[in-house]
């Protein structure tokens, strides 16, 4: 039978490694999401190839990567369906069916487009694939019907033009074949990097998930605090400084503490940075535990994807028969 949860797609890029800001802007939120919903999380690795297309080579390493990431930090096969989106071929199809009736305009309007045509100046967006972008996106949502989808809100104008793609579909061809999907918006924890700037790795300003203790003791060191402390006895302002705000997150519970200590002055910034060190350490060391050991069975690894697929590929198979019967195809 049917399961009755409602459906949730996301996806996230094989870029590089996923680091704090990853899992506390979105891991942690599909996490809880796998209790609650039918749970699809995809490897997005043709949205990735639209802007790594010069350099490709690395980006079947870091689809691995990222996967294991998932798992290490929790997130359960068992639970939800984990996929690369390349392994469903109707990802394309349907890709193609919506790049027929999806009007330029849409796509030249689109905020996060015209965005990247101004910002990004190292490589060459300017192609026919990436100003579909989005059309793709609208696919890998509609395919699975997902009512709901979990994502940053710098990717709404994209959720938006899902439901306008989802609308057109129904409306041409007169049946309800796609839901029109709403964004589930991950609580803003916009997780701040090493210098203070959002956590990026074109900043290098990150810590890895897969970052071992001296990595992450090594970067901690480096973070920038309260700029007008300058001596042990100068007193802190916690709520203006970065290693306080990590500390609100991956240590709340002596929040209180180390306030007292900044603002009295009693513990030196070098030193709040190597108790935060120390927190942060114990927070990964249960992820680096369970990614040694998924790395030494790489067989678990490819098991877990294959099962992901064939599930994801049950469900877009049936959404194309769907499609191409209301298409008359
Ligand atoms: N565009 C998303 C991002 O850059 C990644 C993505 C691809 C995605 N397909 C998706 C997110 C479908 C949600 C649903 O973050």
Known sequence: MASQKKKILSGMRPT???HLGHLVGTLDNWIKLQEEYECFYMVADWHALMGEYEHPQEMPAAI???VV???SVGIDPSKATLFIQSEVFQHLELHMVFSCLTPLGWLERCPTYKEQMREVTTRNLNTYGFLGYPVLQAADILLYKAEKVPVGEDQLPHLELTREI???FNGLYGRQVFPEPDGLLTAASRLPGLDGRKMSK???NTINLSDDETAVRQKVQTMI???????????GHPD?????SYYSIFAPQVREEVSAWCTGASVGCTECKKRLAGHLVEKLAPFNRRRRELLEDKQTIRDILAEGRKKAQAVAAATM?????????
């Open 16 to 18: 590089g490694k996923l």
């Open 64 to 66: 691995i990567d990222n």
């Open 69 to 71: 990431d998932w798992l």
């Open 166 to 168: 989802a609308r057109r």
């Open 202 to 204: 074109s900043y290098n």
């Open 225 to 235: 605090t309260d700029p007008q402390r300058i001596k042990l006895s100068d007193k």
């Open 240 to 244: 203006i400084c970065n290693v306080f």
């Open 321 to 329: 028969d769907d499609v191409r019967a209301a298409m008359g195809l």
